[in-house]
């Protein structure tokens, strides 16, 4: 699992790897949603759906209202508006007539939508049967017209009078402004004398030149709102199923809707794919653990060998068996770390090799074992040293007593003969194994004690490989205090279960404590990751340390086969055969 804090930039093959990595979260939305799509499908309610299209057109009545009045009481031909006057409570009540429906029924369920583009209303409504879809999207379609039709005849006839009390109100004004004029005219026919008549002639001339323009004015007024009444009642008559029509009736569908199980299988099987494709890689971002040898090297550090998962049953045999007494992959794995291991130590003296991880339960002892099992092949003395003294194991793998052990040799100056196990079988007795012994009170300051480090040199300088299986690094500081006096560290992890983070935690405590990284071991790698081509760095490329380094700071002074202490062939090497 990669991410940004690895400096590392992800390319489709890390894509690949994280898919197959998580394939469970990919599957799981491939089979789930298909499932349900298929559900959803067969077990829905037959419903089959049909459209009746309505054309709006303006008549010319509403075409003279329009032209007359602007004022909000005047229909307007939005399309917004004929939709709320589709909808409204009156078209609900005329459909439920012309359906049968009684007032408690539930109407056809349906929409009502304009097409943006054209002055057109959809009526879609759905149904239990073919012909009760096209009937509900028909009846409303034919009530809307009838109440667009009764709309405009409305607003004319509304017109109409509004005109007519225009009319009324002018003739009224037009009759106050002459009454001073009428009344000097009725005066001037009634007048006897040529004095008079002239005199009252002279009154109705001004009279009338005073009031003419404001007069002719009325007169035009009460004029044009005489055509428009006869305007609009001509219209009227000629505007009867003007305003709208069904231009496409609905007909009873074919097949219902909603039920196409192939399309809706082909839907959920895309999505399902997106889906798991999305949560997998989330999942894997998200994922700490080192699942891939690639993961490891992606942090900077060499990878020694890559040991398959194995189930319970098949791991106690193993270890009953002495691991690597009959060919196994498990026994293959751990030959090939060896090879990595020796040829990581070309010009170099690794003869003490320290073997951790970062916690518990990663694989440390049985990857001691095997490695000691595997170095002993080649017929040359090999040494394993249970430095666990929290949880010792080497005892229970070759079946022995735990007591006496090295810490009882060392504190009772036991001979090593006395507690070393002869391994089996009889090919294998290269190999001797020192069990932990009787827990010190604080096993950290006595494996830090001068008497276990010379315990170290002695038995690295007596033995072509000692093997040194110590408690995790991280939980406790035991692991630490030996570190400097081997010649290289192995660290264990195991696959899915150890994080980033405490694989970084781990090698930095051995570079703190003066150890030096030969490489890391993955255990319990499943099938699919288990992939690794073996392509061994230099130091540039992976982080390893120098064989012999941190054993050299520890040894200073050491003779010419890189170990203090006695020459070949003395009192250990007697002890051990």
């Known amino acids: 699992?990669?991410?940004?804090?690895?400096?590392?930039?992800?390319?489709?093959?890390?894509?690949?790897?994280?898919?197959?990595?998580?394939?469970?979260?990919?599957?799981?939305?491939?089979?789930?949603?298909?499932?349900?799509?298929?559900?959803?499908?067969?077990?829905?309610?037959?419903?089959?759906?049909?459209?009746?299209?309505?054309?709006?057109?303006?008549?010319?009545?509403?075409?003279?209202?329009?032209?007359r009045f602007e004022n909000a009481?005047?229909?307007?031909?939005?399309?917004?508006?004929?939709?709320?006057?589709?909808?409204?409570?009156?078209?609900?009540?005329?459909?439920?007539?012309?359906?049968?429906?009684?007032?408690?029924?539930?109407?056809?369920?349906?929409?009502?939508?304009?097409?943006?583009?054209?002055?057109?209303?959809?009526?879609?409504?759905?149904?239990?049967?073919?012909?009760?879809?096209?009937?509900?999207?028909?009846?409303?379609?034919?009530?809307?017209?009838?109440?667009?039709?009764?709309?405009?005849?409305?607003?004319?006839?509304?017109?109409?009078e509004r005109l007519r009390g225009q009319v009324d109100q002018l003739r009224s004004e037009r009759d106050a402004l002459t009454a001073d004029l009428r009344v000097l005219e009725q005066r001037l026919a009634a007048a006897t004398t040529e004095e008079?008549?002239?005199?009252?002639?002279?009154?109705?001339?001004?009279?009338?030149?005073?009031?003419?323009?404001?007069?002719?004015?009325?007169?035009?007024?009460?004029?044009?709102?005489?055509?428009?009444?006869?305007q609009l009642q001509l219209a009227s008559d000629l505007s009867s199923g003007e305003t709208a029509w069904v231009f496409q009736t609905a007909v009873p569908p074919m097949s219902p809707i909603g039920r196409s199980l192939v399309r809706n299988l082909l839907m959920a099987v895309v999505l399902g794919g997106i889906?798991?494709?999305?949560?997998?890689?989330?999942?894997?971002?998200?994922?700490?653990?080192?699942?891939?040898?690639?993961?490891?090297?992606?942090?900077?550090?060499?990878?020694?060998?890559?040991?398959p998962n194995v189930g319970r049953a098949e791991r106690r045999d193993l270890e009953a068996a002495g691991l690597l007494a009959a060919p196994s992959k498990?026994?293959?794995?751990?030959?090939?770390?060896?090879?990595?291991?020796?040829?990581?130590?070309?010009?170099n003296e690794a003869r003490c090799i320290l073997v951790t991880s970062p916690n518990a339960g990663e694989g440390k002892t049985t990857t001691a074992v095997s490695l000691a099992l595997a170095f002993s092949g080649v017929d040359r003395r090999?040494?394993?040293?249970?430095?666990?003294?929290?949880?010792?194991?080497?005892?229970?793998?070759?079946?022995?007593?735990?007591?006496?052990?090295?810490?009882?040799?060392?504190?009772?100056?036991?001979?090593?003969?006395?507690?070393?196990?002869?391994?089996s079988p009889a090919e294998r007795a290269s190999l001797a194994a020192l069990p932990a012994g009787t827990e010190p009170p604080n096993p950290t300051a006595f494996l830090a004690s001068p008497l276990y480090a010379d315990f170290i040199d002695q038995i690295a300088s007596e033995s072509y490989i000692s093997v040194v299986d110590a408690p995790p690094i991280l939980p406790v500081a035991d692991a630490t205090s030996l570190c400097p006096l081997v010649d290289g560290v192995v660290i264990v992890i195991e696959s899915g279960a150890t994080s980033r983070d405490d694989l970084r935690a781990a090698v930095d405590s051995v570079e703190r404590a003066g150890g030096a990284l030969l490489g890391v071991v993955v255990t319990k790698v499943k099938s699919r990751a288990r992939r690794y081509r073996y392509g061994y760095g230099s130091a540039s490329d992976?982080?390893?340390?120098?064989?012999?380094?941190?054993?050299?700071?520890?040894?200073?002074?050491?003779g010419e086969n890189g170990h203090a202490g006695r020459p070949a062939g003395s009192a250990v090497g007697e002890r051990l055969h």
């Open 1 to 67: 699992m990669t991410s940004g804090s690895d400096n590392e930039d992800l390319d489709l093959l890390d894509y690949v790897r994280a898919l197959r990595r998580r394939w469970p979260w990919v599957v799981a939305p491939l089979i789930l949603l298909p499932l349900l799509a298929a559900w959803y499908s067969t077990s829905r309610p037959v419903t089959y759906e049909a459209t009746a299209r309505v054309l709006l057109a303006g008549s010319a009545a509403q075409d003279v209202v329009d032209e």
């Open 382 to 423: 090999v040494v394993l040293v249970d430095a666990d003294f929290r949880r010792p194991r080497i005892h229970a793998v070759f079946r022995t007593d735990l007591v006496p052990g090295v810490s009882d040799a060392l504190v009772n100056d036991l001979p090593l003969q006395r507690i070393a196990v002869a391994t």
């Open 196 to 230: 008079a008549r002239t005199d009252l002639q002279a009154q109705v001339n001004r009279e009338a030149g005073a009031i003419s323009g404001e007069l002719n004015l009325l007169d035009v007024q009460i004029e044009a709102n005489i055509q428009g009444v006869t």
């Open 275 to 307: 889906v798991g494709a999305a949560l997998a890689l989330v999942r894997d971002q998200l994922d700490q653990s080192l699942t891939d040898p690639d993961d490891v090297e992606k942090l900077g550090f060499a990878v020694l060998g890559v040991v």
């Open 330 to 347: 498990v026994s293959d794995a751990y030959q090939k770390v060896r090879s990595a291991l020796q040829f990581v130590a070309i010009g």
């Open 73 to 160: 009481n005047v229909r307007s031909r939005d399309l917004a508006n004929q939709i709320n006057l589709a909808e409204s409570d009156r078209a609900a009540t005329a459909v439920r007539e012309r359906l049968g429906l009684a007032p408690t029924d539930p109407l056809p369920d349906g929409s009502i939508d304009a097409k943006s583009d054209s002055d057109v209303l959809e009526f879609t409504f759905r149904g239990d049967t073919p012909e009760d879809a096209a009937a509900a999207a028909n009846a409303w379609a034919d009530v809307f017209v009838a109440l667009n039709e009764q709309e405009v005849l409305g607003s004319i006839t509304e017109a109409v």
């Open 542 to 558: 992976r982080r390893t340390g120098s064989p012999g380094s941190g054993g050299d700071r520890a040894r200073a002074g050491a």
